[in-house]
């Protein structure tokens, strides 16, 4: 069956630090790829989407690239800001189906 | 603007008393889906509905049953709560058309004493 491993949280870091967030995947087919990101209180919400190999998703200065090869889909952003500071799950969708598969989620703390 | 909405959004009940936790959609999805999130285990999925009337198991339906009479309105419910059912809730939908995003409620926290 599907599914997705992320790094174990809790990730604290200074504001302007560089950040990664590891997924990989298992799967059957040609899976999406997505991230999510859940601010303390609220739902999930889409931050970002690759649909095929060695595409890139990208928003709010976070970035993934879809890696056939490594089974991965890595998120990355630059310079974090405290704003930044959520849950971030990614999440696979396979065939023409709509259920999401999830992983664990990583708690994102950034400080001063 | 597009939204799902979930109500109650806090709800603390008794081992047993049945509940109802609903769901509705302003954006004509299709696919409804419920999921409990629980410390380490990320998003599990309860129920889904492909679209009016009907309705199939996700990954853990045991204890839950949801209904889909309108296109809008997925509720679900808890017949007989137990303590295991403590758990944060979030009802989800998307469009049945490619590879749509989904969107998801503010999410329910049940606590069941």
């Not at chain 2, 939908?93 to 989904?102: C, I, K, P």
């Amino acid at each position: 069956g599907n599914s997705v491993t992320q790094m174990e949280g809790p990730v604290t870091l200074s504001e302007e630090a560089f950040l990664t967030i590891n997924c990989t995947y298992t799967a059957t087919g040609y899976p999406s790829l997505f991230w999510y990101v859940q601010y303390p209180g609220e739902g999930l919400q889409l931050l970002l989407k690759a649909t095929k190999a060695d595409d890139k998703g990208s928003n709010k200065g976070f970035e993934a690239t879809y890696r056939k090869e490594t089974t991965s889909f890595h998120l990355e952003k630059g310079s974090v800001q405290v704003s930044d500071s959520a849950v971030y799950f990614c999440a696979l969708r396979t065939g023409g189906g709509n259920k999401l598969t999830f992983g664990t989620g990583t708690q994102l703390k950034v400080e001063l | 603007e597009a939204q799902v909405t979930q109500n109650p959004r806090y709800l603390i009940t008794v081992t047993g008393k049945k509940l109802t936790v609903t769901c509705s959609q302003n954006m004509n999805h299709e696919y409804m889906s419920w999921y409990r999130q629980d410390p380490g285990l990320g998003l599990r999925q309860i129920y889904y509905s492909m679209n009016v009337e009907v309705t199939d198991k996700g990954d853990v339906p045991e204890g839950y049953k949801v209904s889909r009479k309108e296109k809008r309105n997925f509720p679900l419910i808890l017949e007989s709560p137990s303590p295991n059912q403590t758990s944060l809730y979030f009802c989800a939908s998307s469009s049945n058309r490619g590879d749509t995003e989904a969107f998801f409620g503010q999410g329910t926290r049940l606590t069941v004493v």
